[in-house]
């Protein structure tokens, strides 16, 4: 089994990622979809959390080996930041949406050092658009981005080409066409519903109108 597949197994076995075809999600952007994924569910279930984080660890020490710092995306990353950088001895930021209203109105929180390497740790890729605001805030900030790392991406065009034009090499442990392989492997979705759920990933904005 590849550590895509079993990262995407994980997802399934603490129901993280929710698939209906039939009756499609709404999300936040109004967009229609056949999935839905918290990964913040699998904070709840420890040796689940700790493969995860241990994957993570993996692939920052792989590819950014030269990390001197990470920088947790709120909410989601919070977490799962927090945790690589103690497993990797770590510095470790974290990155509000905006700046605080109230007392030093900081949007980045913790220490750091301008010039530090980061990497970013994200929970979910969507188009990317709240990432790279993320990154954009790091860079402002005199830190420098080595890359992304993330536990799940839909693989949207959008977003690869966002990614590649801010320069930002982005790497996620699994994503959405090893997540609904194994769905249907296992029989969580019928064979004729592959079409439909690829079909979502290729155009998503206007699938279901």
């Known amino acids: 089994m590849t550590n895509e597949k079993a990262i ?14 039939q009756n499609p999600f ?5 967009w229609k979809s056949p999935i839905y994924c918290d990964n913040r569910k699998m904070l709840g279930f420890p040796y689940v959390r700790d493969f995860i984080k241990s994957e993570m660890c993996n692939v920052i020490f792989d590819r950014f080996p030269d990390a001197e710092l990470l920088a947790g995306v ?8 927090a945790m690589a950088s103690d497993q990797l001895k770590l510095p470790y930021i974290y990155v509000r949406p905006k700046p605080k209203e109230h007392g030093l109105g900081n949007q980045i929180e913790g220490h750091y050092e301008k010039g530090m390497k980061t990497v970013i740790v994200e929970d979910l890729i969507s188009t990317g ?15 420098e981005v080595m ?3 993330s536990i799940f991406t839909y693989g949207f065009a ?8 801010a320069g930002l090499p982005s790497v996620s442990l699994t994503n959405y066409p090893v997540l ?3 769905a249907i492997e296992k029989g969580l979705v019928k064979q004729e519903d592959q079409n439909t759920l690829l079909n979502w990933s290729n155009n998503p904005a206007e699938w279901g109108k």
């Open 180 to 182: 609904i392989e194994l």
């Open 129 to 143: 658009k709240s990432s790279l605001q993320v990154v954009d805030v790091v860079r402002n900030a005199g830190l």
């Open 74 to 81: 709120a909410t989601a990353g919070i977490a799962w930041g």
């Open 8 to 21: 995407a197994e994980k997802l399934l076995q603490v129901s993280a990622v929710k698939l209906n075809p």
């Open 147 to 149: 890359g992304m790392v």
């Open 26 to 30: 709404t999300w936040a952007s109004g």
């Open 158 to 165: 959008t977003a690869e080409k966002a990614c590649q034009e």
